[in-house]
């Protein structure tokens, strides 16, 4: 049966591909509401993928459609020419705006496929400055985004400078080709019925998560074949998993990542101790930071290094108070397709749904029990940590182990090698 | 002198012109200032020419560049599938954020080349529903442009839509190449100095604006020896002409409109008698108007007919009180390089910049002696109109004299068949 459905989508022209994805977007991703408005992101390459999106969502009942265009050349022309000044500025007129369109009821999507390694002969410091000054402008909306209390989604277009760093070697247009399949295919829209498809998938994640919240799991403990990792991650009191859609505080029922392979909670911000290495480079902000490795003390980072894009991350761990610690924990197997398919995305919407992972920042208080409903204050004495950044990296892969910690202490085996023991 | 250096220009590469119409665009049209941030509205298909101003905007010392796209297909996929209650609908949220980065010092650059006929074949009904929506949400922006509060500018991208329309039956490269071509001669480029050019250029429009400033005329009087066209348009009480470069409120010296032909200034919105003919056809909001005849009794257009388009020129006349009376008056000699040129623009940008014109709706509150001070009230009574709309249209060409009529009713020849009489 899966074979048969896959050739019918390989039958597919690449624009009835793209036009699928771009409805379960749209449908699934977002469950867009009639009359609701959408604010839709993307980088300029991805304008074919967008007037998709705009079709979809105009069909579904959208009131408008507006979309804010990045582009990779005019960000790198700001690096090479603008005044110092300028990287301590972000135009908190236009963050402020999209604050308001989701406070007046839009939904939000993002297209990601920036060029995950633009900035990377950039000065470290005036990208991290940038990255700060967005951060504090971005907040007001992005505290919308992490409480959910409006219906998002992310979905990834292939674009030529990404496809090239993922298949090294490669023309343009077979790179590009080959990402948009890699996307397809992760992204579950190849069968029939990609929305059966989804259905099916959410199921499967929500009964791991719903086994995960019935152990009450005091921390994890991730330990690897190759000894290179060996942390402890306490859980945040009252933690809830969380794992494919969700109902946000508008009441529309999301998935919030395309693809999404992950079961995450939030740890407790001052329980993490022990060492870890990344299993996966991570593209930051356009900058490539390679082999992390960190130590904890009590939920604190006490010494970061990575053998390229050092600088970069500790200037990351510098943000603030909070970006030194965690903000989300999250159990992928590398069973998952994404994994499977061995590819490495240099995308952290790809690769964190290949490997379990951790996230430095901003904890998402859905991921508490009534968390949505909380103060700062609340949020932070239950152990979710504050932040202005939300940066996830990978820590799984096929010599990875987990075990379930209970508050005596007793460690039960979720995954070994990688995979649920289950 | 004048052959040697087009013949400098025409051996530039198509991207070196590209560089001068951006390097132009943003030291001459806008004056931008160190430090100052620029928002720029611009099509999607002229991305080439945005990543250009970047550049210089950035080397000319921008804060920040933040860059709106529309995007023809989208605009069209809304009109073919979004829900009815779409039509009476803009996003506040984004027009005010335009008029917050207005208020907080940015400079604004729009670059015009949308498809002048997008919209024909769609519902009149919706268009103009479309268009008094935005223009509502608009206003607290655009009143800072129309007091001219900011530095600001226009300049153009020439796109494949609109190059079949400008020369119909040649292959898109052909037509896109052409059209090119016209806007780097139109926009006064094309000299070894064009900082030098657009100077002399601007010493010449301020001669003759001053000329008009020193006579003090009561009333322009347009009659065409095809007798399609007897209008005398009165002129505000202590109005002012205004050509080229303009300092803005913000004390910044601009050139508001890339190219610029004009000497222009308010009529009294109660003082307009007489017919009047179109002199070329009329692209509004993607609707194109042909064969405009308008009778106007006290400043109000008491019949307005139109062999394509009728519809949509009633709607827009009937978008408010002050949409059928005039705001504006030109005087452009039909020596204009635009208008030697032969070439018919569909885009008002340039068609206004070939030939005389009135433009139906908001006035500039500039063009009246202290004017920019002045409240809502106090410029009415000097015969400013007020409107959502600001539409111009063309009405001279080599038949179009046109006489100024002092107080005492004495006429003085200002052009004879399309061109200034001195
Ligand atoms: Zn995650
Ligand atoms: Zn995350
Ligand atoms: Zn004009
Ligand atoms: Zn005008």
């Given at each position: 049966?899966?074979?048969?459905?896959?050739?019918?989508?390989?039958?597919?022209?690449?624009?009835?591909?793209?036009?699928?994805?771009?409805?379960?977007?749209?449908?699934?991703?977002?469950?867009?509401k009639?009359?609701?408005?959408?604010?839709?992101?993307?980088?300029?390459?991805a304008?074919?993928?967008?007037?998709?999106?705009?079709?979809?969502?105009?069909?579904?009942?959208?009131?408008m459609?507006t979309?804010?265009?990045?582009d990779?050349?005019?960000?790198?022309?700001?690096?090479?020419?603008?005044?110092?000044?300028?990287?301590d500025?972000?135009p908190?007129w236009?963050?402020?705006?999209?604050?308001?369109?989701?406070?007046?009821?839009?939904?939000?999507?993002?297209?990601?496929?920036?060029?995950?390694?633009?900035?990377?002969s950039?000065?470290?410091?005036?990208?991290?400055?940038?990255?700060?000054?967005?951060?504090?402008?971005?907040?007001?909306?992005?505290?919308?985004?992490?409480?959910?209390?409006?219906?998002?989604?992310?979905?990834?277009?292939?674009?030529?400078?990404?496809?090239?760093?993922?298949?090294?070697?490669?023309?343009?247009?077979?790179?590009?080709?080959?990402?948009?399949?890699?996307?397809?295919?992760?992204?579950?829209?190849?069968?029939?019925?990609?929305?059966?498809?989804?259905?099916?998938?959410g199921?499967?994640?929500k009964?791991?998560?719903?086994?995960l919240?019935?152990?009450r799991?005091?921390?994890?403990?991730?330990?690897?074949?190759?000894?290179?990792?060996?942390?402890?991650?306490?859980l945040?009191?009252n933690?809830?998993?969380?794992?494919?859609?969700?109902?946000?505080?508008?009441?529309?029922?999301?998935?919030?990542?395309?693809?999404?392979?992950?079961?995450?909670?939030?740890p407790?911000k001052?329980?993490?101790?022990g060492?870890?290495?990344?299993?996966?480079?991570?593209?930051?902000?356009?900058?490539?930071?390679?082999?992390?490795q960190?130590?904890?003390?009590?939920?604190?980072?006490?010494?970061?290094?990575?053998?390229?894009?050092?600088?970069?991350?500790?200037k990351?761990?510098?943000?603030?108070e909070?970006?030194?610690?965690?903000?989300?924990?999250?159990?992928?197997?590398?069973?998952s397709p994404?994994?499977?398919?061995?590819?490495?995305?240099?995308?952290?919407?790809?690769?964190?749904?290949?490997?379990?992972?951790?996230?430095?920042?901003?904890?998402?208080?859905?991921?508490?029990?009534?968390?949505?409903?909380?103060?700062?204050?609340?949020?932070?004495?239950?152990g979710?940590?504050?932040?202005?950044?939300?940066v996830?990296?990978?820590?799984?892969?096929?010599t990875m182990?987990?075990?379930?910690?209970?508050?005596?202490?007793?460690?039960?085996?979720?995954?070994?090698?990688?995979?649920?023991?289950?």
């Amino acid at each position: 049966m899966a074979t048969a459905s896959a050739s019918v989508f390989a039958s597919l022209s690449f624009e009835q591909k793209l036009d699928r994805l771009a409805e379960v977007a749209v449908r699934i991703g977002l469950g867009l509401k009639e009359g609701q408005e959408l604010v839709l992101t993307a980088p300029t390459d991805a304008l074919p993928l967008v007037r998709r999106i705009t079709e979809h969502a105009y069909k579904a009942g959208a009131k408008m459609v507006t979309t804010f265009f990045s582009d990779d050349a005019t960000t790198l022309a700001r690096y090479q020419f603008a005044p110092d000044d300028s990287f301590d500025y972000a135009p908190t007129w236009y963050y402020d705006a999209i604050a308001a369109s989701f406070k007046s009821g839009a939904a939000r999507m993002a297209i990601a496929g920036a060029n995950p390694a633009l900035l990377k002969s950039q000065d470290p410091n005036k990208v991290s400055r940038a990255g700060v000054a967005v951060s504090k402008a971005y907040k007001p909306a992005m505290e919308l985004i992490t409480r959910h209390e409006i219906n998002w989604t992310i979905v990834a277009a292939a674009t030529p400078k990404w496809a090239e760093l993922v298949f090294p070697g490669e023309p343009e247009d077979v790179a590009v080709a080959k990402l948009w399949d890699a996307i397809f295919h992760a992204s579950r829209i190849t069968s029939d019925d990609p929305v059966a498809q989804w259905r099916e998938h959410g199921e499967n994640l929500k009964r791991r998560v719903d086994f995960l919240n019935a152990k009450r799991f005091h921390s994890l403990r991730f330990h690897s074949d190759d000894g290179k990792t060996d942390l402890t991650v306490g859980l945040a009191d009252n933690h809830l998993w969380a794992g494919g859609g969700t109902t946000a505080g508008n009441g529309i029922y999301c998935q919030p990542n395309i693809p999404t392979e992950e079961c995450f909670t939030t740890p407790h911000k001052d329980r993490v101790n022990g060492f870890v290495t990344a299993s996966k480079p991570l593209s930051h902000q356009g900058t490539l930071i390679e082999n992390i490795q960190c130590d904890f003390v009590n939920g604190k980072i006490v010494k970061a290094t990575a053998t390229a894009g050092e600088e970069a991350l500790n200037k990351l761990i510098a943000t603030d108070e909070g970006a030194r610690k965690l903000g989300e924990v999250a159990l992928v197997p590398h069973a998952s397709p994404i994994a499977e398919s061995g590819i490495l995305f240099w995308n952290t919407l790809f690769d964190e749904n290949a490997a379990s992972h951790i996230a430095l920042g901003q904890a998402y208080s859905t991921c508490l029990i009534g968390g949505e409903k909380m103060s700062d204050e609340e949020l932070a004495k239950l152990g979710a940590n504050e932040s202005l950044i939300h940066v996830d990296w990978m820590i799984g892969g096929p010599t990875m182990n987990v075990d379930g910690v209970s508050e005596d202490g007793h460690a039960e085996p979720l995954m070994r090698g990688g995979n649920w023991c289950d």
